[in-house]
């Protein structure tokens, strides 16, 4: 039986509760692949600078590794990003501009593939089921398209069984099995992490520094990031051998955002409802959502999660 014929029928007889991508399968065999010359790096930049708000840190890391990547014509791994942070300070946003900027169909693309932990693998009894559908879908996908892009959301509530059968795909392998996955990319999104780069950012208001004064190695953040998802318990990345076989090539970490940039994540929804801004509007949307720490209220404590949903409220 041919490869993809197998992988077809696999997924056939997937149980209720697996993962199950039908709405890309026929794409996945009709649409041509999209290749790295259609890579911008301007745009992309354009894109990270009007879209995403009060992530200095994460839209430089995100603009240096995509553009070296795409730029190399023989990569010796695929990229590998873990976006980690606060609820709705852009993790998904990242992921569909990044989308959008490599394949003709953004996130629609059936070059992208998006798994979410409580969604497609629900079911802690079928982690060896989910294991095997996992390998296969990501062999099969790559085999096609070499450029393809796997989104993990929800990494902290993803068995870590799963996360250490991910990691044979992202190492420096020529080939495994005949299938090559140099040129795929592998974005992990968590909320793990989210309470040490809150304190940083905190400590940094606190000292009368400006946010965007923070960098990878300020108070040894990405270092700091690694070892606390590594050594909780209750994540997906405990005791993962995604991070102690350093085959993570970047932890982006995701600031908390203030009322400032609440604010223009309200413009910016109202633009993309092609509806005048009201700074009037805007300014009452903003105070009235909820921000810590209790004393100060400096940040969002829901970032801008819920402000296309709450703007109908207002308007």
Not at 142 to 152: A, E, G, Q, R, W
Not at 160 to 170: A, E, F, G, Q, R
């Amino acid at each position: 039986m041919p490869q993809y014929k197998a992988l077809l029928f696999c997924f056939f007889i997937l149980p209720v509760g697996s993962f199950n991508p039908f709405k890309k399968i026929v794409d996945f065999f009709r649409t041509p692949c999209d290749s790295r010359d259609t890579f911008n790096q301007t745009d992309l930049k354009r894109d990270l600078e009007n879209k995403l708000f009060g992530q200095h840190l994460a839209s430089k890391v995100i603009l240096k590794a995509v553009t070296g990547f795409m730029r190399d014509p023989n990569p010796t791994k695929p990229l590998v990003l873990s976006l980690h942070g606060p609820s709705g300070t852009g993790k998904n946003l990242v992921s569909k501009i990044i989308a959008q900027n490599l394949f003709q169909g953004g996130d629609s693309s059936s070059q992208v593939h998006l798994f979410i932990a409580t969604h497609h693998f629900p079911h802690r009894e079928l982690v060896e089921t989910y294991k095997v559908q996992l390998q296969q879908w990501i062999r099969g996908n790559v085999s096609k398209c070499p450029l393809s892009m796997f989104i993990f959301d929800e990494m902290e509530k993803m068995n870590p069984v799963l996360s250490d059968t991910i990691k044979c795909h992202l190492d420096h392998y020529t080939h495994i099995d005949g299938v090559s996955f140099r040129h795929a990319i592998f974005l992990f999104l968590s909320n793990e992490g989210a309470t040490i780069i809150n304190q940083i950012v905190y400590d940094y208001w606190k000292e009368g520094k400006q946010r965007e004064e923070i960098q990878l190695n300020s108070h040894g953040l990405e270092i700091a990031i690694n070892r606390a998802i590594f050594n909780n318990k209750d994540g997906g990345f405990w005791r993962s051998s995604l991070i102690d076989s350093n085959v993570v090539d970047f932890f982006v970490p995701f600031l908390p955002l203030e009322y400032k940039h609440v604010l223009m994540c309200i413009r910016a929804e109202m633009e993309a409802q092609n509806l005048r801004y009201d700074p009037g509007v805007a300014e009452n949307m903003a105070s009235e959502m909820r921000y810590f720490p209790e004393k100060e209220e400096i940040f969002s404590v829901n970032g801008c999660k819920g402000v296309k949903q709450r703007l109908k409220f207002y308007i």
